[in-house]
């Protein structure tokens, strides 16, 4: 068992990928993977021509999940959304990195309903009013 543990620990050393995009200075953060990162990539655009600071955390892997990288964007915006196509699988892996230090609320669809840039943008303009 401690093998193991050892071997989990240096995997999620070495194997964590994550792309961060958007603003250096956000106000809001997304944290998205697969299509709703690319839909989330429109948002981030259309949300800096609007003059609102968005920026977007891709996982890459989702296991290990890029819990320093969530973290480190927790303490610098004031609330992130998680937009996924299923259900909030990831929005217990957002939370659990966020460790309280900011809002975390979730964006999602299943059932083959894509949700549109302009759907999420309203979302993060709720969140900022908040």
């Known amino acids: 068992n401690i093998q193991l543990q050892n071997k989990y620990r240096e995997i999620e050393r070495q194997e964590v990928s994550y792309e961060l995009t958007g603003s250096d200075n ?31 955390l891709r996982p890459i892997t989702l296991w290990p999940f890029p819990s320093d990288a969530v973290r480190d964007l927790a303490s610098r915006v004031k609330s992130i959304l998680v937009v996924e196509n299923n259900a909030g699988q990831m929005l217990f892996d957002v939370r659990y990195a966020v460790e309280g230090r900011v809002a975390v609320e979730h964006y999602g669809r299943f059932g083959g309903i894509i949700p549109t840039p302009n759907e999420i943008l309203e979302k993060l303009k709720i969140m900022l009013d908040k």
């Open 26 to 56: 956000p106000d809001i953060a997304i944290v998205a993977f697969g299509c709703s990162s690319r839909i989330s990539k429109k948002v981030v655009q259309i949300a800096a021509e609007e003059g609102i600071e968005v920026a977007l």
